[in-house]
Nanobody, 122 residues
């Protein structure tokens, strides 16, 4: 069973950038599709981005497309989320998740990290 730990969150001004990392252990990372989700207090968890096990296919929520980039380094057992042109609406706890296939639905991912806080000031 894969264990996931996120890092890289913090406070950034509008228009700034952050790179989130999700480190995996306890399983074969290269066999899993990976995704990023986010959730703000009082709001539903929403899909951000996903990537297939070999990185050949990526998927993004429309609100982050062309601003965020998901990537993975299977040699380091790590998936990344590069976030540029950040807006206050991007403020949330960002979590990574693993599944056998690539999905945009949170309930179809069985393994989750604890999350990392991203705050964008206006």
């Amino acid at each position: 069973q894969v264990q996931l730990v996120e890092s890289g969150g913090g406070l950034v001004q509008t228009g700034g950038s952050l790179r989130l990392s999700c480190a995996a252990s306890g399983g074969i990372f290269s066999r899993a599709a990976m995704a990023w989700f986010r959730q703000a207090p009082g709001k539903e968890r929403e899909f951000v981005a996903a990537i297939t096990r070999d990185g050949s296919i990526t998927d993004y929520a429309g609100v982050v497309k062309d601003r965020f980039t998901i990537s993975r380094d299977n040699a380091k057992n790590t998936v990344y989320l590069q976030m540029n042109s950040l807006r206050p609406e991007d403020t949330a706890v960002y979590s990574c998740a693993a599944s056998l296939h690539i999905y945009s639905r949170a309930d179809l991912y069985g393994t989750w990290g604890q999350g990392t806080q991203v705050t964008v000031s206006s």
